[in-house]
Nanobody, 122 residues
Framework: QVQLVESGGGLVQAGGSLRLSCAAS????????MGWYRQAPGKQRDLVAK???????NYADSVKGRFTVSRDNAKNTVDLQMNSLKPDDTAVYYC????????????????WGQGTQVTVSS
């Protein structure tokens, strides 16, 4: 069983910074991509940032230039550095591991963390 554990959410004033971290554990052989999604109340869950095993990144337009996603393939961790935060960034942030292959499976699966709240006050 693969588990994703997130940390680093909290309350911050507009213009401030937060760093989210996510660690994947279990009998993991490889992970295609890791990233972060967010869901605000009453809205759908949307991609924030994603990084492939090879280091290629993809960002939502709303966070480009402010957020940076990074990954440690050896440790199966992904971080999201969030700078110049805005009230519109307030949401529950979810870690995602896409295309996870374990030592106990022959197919790849996707996994989600439990979510961590980020609140940006104006």
């Amino acid at each position: 069983q693969v588990q994703l554990v997130e940390s680093g959410g909290g309350l911050v004033q507009a213009g401030g910074s937060l760093r989210l971290s996510c660690a994947a554990s279990g009998s993991i052989s490889s992970i295609n991509a890791m990233g972060w999604y967010r869901q605000a109340p009453g809205k759908q869950r949307d991609l924030v940032a994603k990084i492939t095993r090879g280091g290629r990144t993809n960002y939502a337009d709303s966070v480009k230039g402010r957020f940076t996603v990074s990954r440690d393939n050896a440790k199966n961790t992904v971080d999201l550095q969030m700078n110049s935060l805005k009230p519109d960034d307030t949401a529950v942030y979810y870690c995602n591991a896409d295309g996870v292959l374990t030592t106990k499976s022959f197919t790849r699966s996707d996994y989600w963390g439990q979510g961590t709240q980020v609140t940006v006050s104006s």
